[in-house]
């Protein structure tokens, strides 16, 4: 299994970014699929998830309304559109698997991770 993540950058506060996560080597049906963040000096968290289906999604309270996870399933990939960024969302960014056919988000058993991409919003 391999997952790649891009799209990070550096951005003024206020800009927006979209991150990819490219998968292979795994049915895509049969996994949920997220994205956490790691600030320096800090745990890394759980920013959003999307189900296996696509049909439900969740966010962390800090992103929600700003962020929007979607999967295509005709290219294998997640990706996060992130509106309206602050420097808070400062981070390294990972794209991650739960192997889980059921109809909600979660993301919370994690067995696959993918490298990270660099978020950093700066004025």
């Known amino acids: 299994v391999q997952l790649q993540a891009s799209g990070g950058g550096s951005v003024q506060p206020g800009g927006s970014l979209r991150l990819s996560c490219a998968t292979s080597?795994?049915?895509?049906?049969?996994?949920?699929i997220g994205w956490y963040r790691q600030a320096p000096g800090k745990e890394r968290e759980r920013v959003s998830c999307?189900?296996?289906?696509?049909?439900?999604?969740d966010y962390a309270g800090s992103v929600k309304g700003r962020f929007t996870i979607s999967r295509d399933k005709a290219k294998n990939t997640v990706y996060l559109q992130m509106n309206n960024l602050k420097p808070e969302d400062t981070a390294v960014y990972y794209c991650?698997?739960?192997?889980?056919?059921?109809?909600?988000?979660?993301?919370?058993?994690?067995?696959?991770w993918g490298k990270g991409t660099q978020v950093t919003v700066s004025s």
């Open positions: 991650a698997t739960e192997h889980s056919r059921s109809i909600y988000a979660n993301c919370y058993y994690i067995n696959n």
């Open positions: 080597g795994l049915f895509f049906d049969d996994y949920a």
């Open positions: 999307v189900s296996s289906s696509g049909g439900d999604t």
